[in-house]
């Protein structure tokens, strides 16, 4: 055989992997784009240009999805990376009980996201939810979690800050172990104290770690759909949509269309966010 | 070479598309049937061979029961099996069909909405015209008008016509000394006094969005009555909700129900079955609903249910005063089912007068039938009873639904932020204009 054919030949084996990415990802991809430019209703399509752009852009609902879209992935984000630090640092260290509260911490993660949901909804509940009867039981009075238009949102990101940081965490103990031992025995030597160990070295030294919960968390929180759909449906009225579930109910009013655009949307936007993020991220790392 | 690869390609992509399609078919016969509550499945007594119909049915109330036991007497006389597909309600239920309907995986028969939920699903195309069946005769115009696309009738109706009225507690009204309120302002002066009894005058149950939409789309008789040409405009983009103030009225009726602190505390929170219990207990006094909620107490509470009144939405002038009707669902042949003849022999069953007794002596009417010689039984509801009264009179109107096919997807959640408090009458009227408009340009209505 020659070299030419040899090539060839090898291309083959890649053939079964090719046709499954063409079909099942490439090729919706592609249709999207296109479908997102008719009026389609699954069976039946006419081209209608950027009309549905147009439409999904006037949307009042969706200048609000967009800003809570932030917010959410914001919040989110910023706590999981706190949240993540203090406890794989707290973690690491020599404390009692240490594997059983890592699995503690890890427990929420494995749950359903739509159980974790219907059950905070419930116990969110103003008058006889589980979290305002504690409350009233310490003499407090617990807002109207979900149905108070000023914190509803940050009700459901603290719901999903409670069930992700589990990975956060985990990713930080991770990291954390990975620092040499020398470099704290040196501080300690230097006559540095914990924080410091804290601030100088463990916080520089799992910036890998954390720059992957930066990433995972966020894009996690722009595209966040089944908390907020099992909790508030984007009610009261508006106040909680996000993208995903403005998204969602295009899909469900039958406006296939339109709710493809939307998803192009959704994914140039999330592209737009995260590849800067990412690089910007990755480089400060290369400088350190 | 060459060719030995294009070969291989070409191998590889049939083997592929072979396998997708196996996998397709494998497993839609069995996840769509539901044997084990089919009664008919369990009773043998015919040993000739059976014709085997399906029929797609959500499963709210005593229809899903009324319809087992009409199936389970067809099956004797016609010897036609019925294989029940449970869907699921509301926009769940509307995904499901549309995405059946678009894959060709349909039920030969289909029980669902009138009025312009189906007019989303393209009764042409999709269903058997039923226009010159001779048991076409026996059903109410102002039914057939809800299933028709270009003059073709495509359903028959299955159960009772509904209405969006206020359901009130009467035992309350009778210890409270009130009267049922023919205007707007009677109908605030009541809750002003249940509020002061220390009783919930409105029930909000705004946790199932859908239930937050009932003073808009209740109010429709009193829109009609007024500018009666509104459905027709509205529907060629003449006639807008925020710029008619009869039709604004709706709105506004929400906002002053909100501002003056009528409802539950926890309206926000609070879901359609603890609203009913509120209305049956007494605890709380009026509930605008469809009156199809009767039935639902009467599977709770069934002690209660006579208890519960019927008074159409008060407009602000007494001369103004009818009900706002749902039509009932319809069952429909899916065009393209395996059993079209079988399917519409159980059809003309269905509609028989014996087909109807039997369907009647378990469905719990929640108004009038819609087919001539059907009668509401003496055991009916009373507030069922006290809508019989508008319909001797007169005195009813459609719901806008049934009469447009334009309805915005998105008005439950803009009647909350108006019930909420979140935005005001107008903002809500304007921002379902826009929502309506969205949807007409979806459907590619003309003059949008």
Request: net charge negative; charged share 15%; proline share 4%.
């Amino acid at each position: 055989m020659s070299t030419m054919t040899k090539r060839r030949y090898s291309y083959v084996f890649l053939l079964p992997a090719a046709i499954i990415y063409f079909v099942f990802f490439l090729l919706p991809t592609v249709l999207s784009f296109f479908f997102s430019m008719t009026r389609w209703t699954l069976t039946d399509w006419d081209f209608i240009g950027f009309d549905n752009y147009i439409t999904f852009f006037s949307e009042t609902a969706l200048s609000i999805g967009f800003r809570n879209t932030l917010i959410f992935a914001v919040v989110t984000c910023g706590l999981k990376v706190l949240l993540g630090l203090l406890l794989g640092t707290l973690l690491t260290s020599s404390i009692i009980f240490k594997s059983y509260l890592r699995s503690v911490i890890f427990f929420p993660t494995l749950l359903s996201t739509i159980a974790v949901g219907i059950t905070f909804s419930t116990m969110m509940h103003p008058s006889q939810g589980l979290i305002n009867i504690s409350l009233a039981a310490l003499g407090l009075n617990g807002p109207d979690w979900l149905g108070n238009v000023k914190i509803a949102l940050l009700s459901v990101a603290l719901v999903d800050v409670w069930k992700g940081v589990g990975i956060a965490t985990v990713i930080f103990i991770a990291g954390i172990t990975a620092i040499p031992q020398e470099y704290y025995e040196a501080l300690k030597i230097d006559g540095g104290n914990a924080y410091d160990g804290f601030r100088h070295i463990t916080i520089p030294l799992s910036r890998p770690a954390m720059n992957t919960v930066i990433i995972l968390a966020f894009i996690g929180g722009l595209r966040t759909f089944d908390l907020i759909w099992a909790m508030t449906k984007g009610g009261p009225g508006f106040t909680t949509d996000l993208i995903a579930s403005i998204i969602y109910k295009q899909y469900q009013a039958g406006f296939y269309g339109l709710a493809t655009a939307g998803n192009v949307i959704l994914f140039i936007g999330v592209s737009l966010l995260a590849f800067p993020l990412y690089r910007f991220l990755t480089r400060s790392e290369v400088d350190q | 070479m060459r060719k030995t690869r294009s070969k291989l390609i070409s191998t590889a992509c049939i083997l592929l598309i072979i396998t997708l399609l196996a996998a397709c078919g494998g497993n839609n016969a069995p996840a769509t049937t539901n044997n084990a509550a089919d009664p008919g499945a369990q009773t043998p007594t015919n040993t000739a061979e059976k014709t085997k119909v399906t029929l797609m049915v959500g499963n709210t109330g005593t229809a899903l029961e009324a319809l087992r036991h009409v199936a389970a007497e067809a099956e004797d006389k016609l010897n036609i099996t019925i294989e029940f597909d449970i869907k699921p309600d509301g926009t769940e239920g509307d995904n499901l069909v549309k995405t059946r309907l678009a894959t060709g995986d349909m039920a030969d028969l289909l029980v669902y909405n009138s009025g312009s939920l189906l007019q989303a699903i393209n009764p042409e195309q999709n269903f058997v015209d039923l226009t010159n069946e001779p048991y076409m005769a026996t059903v109410m115009d102002s039914f057939k008008s809800t299933v028709s696309a270009n003059g073709k009738v495509f359903g028959v109706p299955f159960g009772s016509s509904n209405a969006g009225a206020i359901l009130y507690n009467k035992k309350v009204y009778a210890e409270l000394g009130l009267s049922v309120p023919k205007t707007w302002a009677e109908f605030m002066a009541n809750n002003e006094k249940i509020h002061a009894a220390g009783k919930t005058a409105v029930i909000g149950t705004y946790k199932d969005t859908w239930t937050s939409q009932l003073f808009v789309l209740a109010d429709f008789y009193n829109v009609h009555s007024q500018v009666p040409a509104f459905a027709e405009d509205y529907t060629a983009n003449k006639a807008k909700y925020a710029t008619t103030p009869a039709a604004l009225r709706g709105f506004e009726k929400i906002e002053e129900v909100f501002k003056a602190g009528f409802m539950n505390k926890d309206f926000l929170a609070t879901t359609y079955d603890v609203g009913l219990k509120m209305l049956a207990e007494g605890t709380g006094v009026h509930y605008p609903m469809l009156t199809s909620a009767l039935d639902a107490i009467n599977q709770n509470y069934p002690e209660q249910v006579n208890d519960i009144g019927v008074f159409a939405q008060p407009s602000d002038s007494a001369d103004r005063n009818g009900l706002t009707v749902w039509m009932p669902s319809a069952i429909y042949i899916n065009k393209e089912g395996k059993n079209v003849e079988a399917a519409k022999r159980w059809v003309e069953y269905f509609v028989s007068p014996e087909g109807q007794e039997v369907l009647t002596s378990k469905f719990n009417a929640a108004g009038p039938y819609v087919i001539e010689g059907v009668e509401l039984p003496d055991d009916a509801y009373e507030g069922v009873k006290e809508m019989q009264v508008y319909f001797d009179e007169g005195r009813t109107a459609p719901a806008l639904e049934f009469l447009s096919p334009v309805k915005g997807p998105n008005l439950e959640n803009i009647t909350v932020a108006v019930g909420s408090g979140i935005s005001s009458a107008m903002e809500g009227a304007e921002n379902y204009d826009k929502d309506v408009e969205k949807q007409a340009h979806q459907l590619n209505l003309p003059g949008w």
